[in-house]
């Protein structure tokens, strides 16, 4: 009877290299490191909170990073959101100083500007 190449791989992965010793253990791959710290002008980063009213502009961004950035370059930017639950996945809210905070919003990360720095 004739294995086919994942069954003799599968089989041999199963087994010790040497006799006695443990079965192999396959690992995951490590998680991807976290992403660099934001400039200090994008304010205190705010984990799972959400920014209401007073929208100054809207964008898709690629990181929250890139959505402070937006926020610096816009003079009626005060504080900035930046969603990514599914549905809004990337979406940059620029508000500007009728903005309301709301917390445990899972998804959505906000920082209010620290305008004295720029």
Known sequence: MALSICALMADSLSK????????LLLLAPPPP???????????????D??????DVDHMIT????ACCNACVMNKKCVLWCW???SGDKNDCH?????????????GRTTGIMNR???
């Open 94 to 106: 620029l508000h500007g100083n009728a903005t309301t905070l709301r917390h445990d919003v899972p």
């Open 16 to 23: 010790p290299p040497i006799p006695g010793a443990p079965p």
């Open 83 to 85: 969603h990514t639950e």
């Open 62 to 65: 690629e990181s929250a990073a």
């Open 116 to 118: 004295t720095m720029l």
């Open 33 to 47: 490191p976290p992403p660099p710290p934001l400039p200090a002008v994008c304010g205190k980063m705010m984990l």
């Open 49 to 54: 909170t959400a920014a209401a009213n007073d």
